[in-house]
C-alpha cells in the first residue's frame, strides 16, 4: 500500500469516524450517494465517493468529481479538527452547488468530541483532565506567541527603529500634510511678487 493510499484511507477513517457519531451529517450527505468530490490540497488529492449511508469512501480512480474543493495544504487539519470556518474561507470551489453547499455545511459543523474518545480508553476523569490540560496548553502557547510578536514588534519599532509605529506614521502624515500646506502658501506667494516685481 503507497503511503498516499494510506493517507487517504487514514483520511476516511478519520471523518467517517466523526460521522458515525452525527446522524445528522450522514442524513444530509445520503442523497447525495453515488456523487464523487474532490479534495485538493496540494500535493495531496483525495477523490471520495459518499454511500446511501452517508459516508464517505474511495472512489474509483476513473470517477467524475460532481465537486472539486481546492484549499492550500496547511488548512486542510483545520477542516475536520480545526477553526473549520477559517479553513472553509480558504476553499476555492468548482462544480455542484448544492454538493457544495453541503460538503460546506458539513466541513463547517462536524466536530471531533477528544474527550469521548479518551474516555473509552482512560475513563471520564482522566479524559476529561486531559481535554482540560490541553485547552490550557493551547492558551498557554497562544498568550506566549501573542506575547513573544508584541515584544517582538515592539523591539523593533523602539529599540531598533526598524519599524514604523502607527502613531509614528500618523505624525508623519501630519507633518506631511501641514509641509504641503506651507509649501502651497508659499508658492502662491512668490507668485505675487514675481507678478508685482514685472510691473
Known amino acids: 500500500m503507497s503511503a498516499l493510499n494510506f493517507g487517504t484511507r487514514g483520511a476516511l477513517a478519520a471523518i467517517n ?6 446522524d445528522w451529517a450522514r442524513e444530509r450527505l445520503a442523497p447525495h450517494a453515488g456523487r464523487c468530490a474532490r479534495l485538493h490540497a496540494e500535493p495531496v488529492e483525495l477523490l471520495l465517493a459518499i454511500d446511501s449511508a452517508g459516508y ?6 476513473d470517477a467524475e468529481p460532481g465537486v472539486t474543493l481546492s484549499l492550500p495544504l496547511a488548512a486542510l487539519p483545520g477542516l475536520i479538527g480545526g477553526d473549520a470556518n477559517k479553513a472553509m474561507n480558504a476553499v476555492r470551489i468548482e462544480g455542484n452547488a448544492e454538493l457544495a453547499d453541503t460538503l460546506g455545511f458539513l466541513f463547517r459543523n462536524l466536530r471531533w468530541d477528544a474527550e469521548e ?5 482512560f475513563g471520564d476523569i482522566v479524559a476529561h483532565r486531559m481535554v482540560l490540560g490541553a485547552g490550557s496548553l493551547r492558551r498557554m502557547h497562544e498568550r506566549a506567541w501573542a506575547g513573544l510578536t508584541g515584544n517582538l514588534a515592539e523591539y523593533l519599532a523602539e529599540e531598533q ?3 514604523v509605529t502607527r502613531g509614528a506614521l500618523a505624525a508623519l502624515g501630519d ?3 501641514a509641509l504641503r500646506d506651507d509649501l502651497a502658501r508659499l508658492d502662491k506667494r512668490v507668485g505675487r511678487v514675481s507678478v508685482s516685481g514685472r510691473r
Open 17 to 22: 469516524h466523526l460521522l458515525a457519531r452525527a
Open 56 to 61: 464517505l469512501v474511495d472512489a474509483e480512480a
Open 117 to 121: 474518545d479518551l474516555s473509552r480508553v
Open 161 to 163: 527603529q526598524a519599524l
Open 175 to 177: 507633518e506631511l500634510r
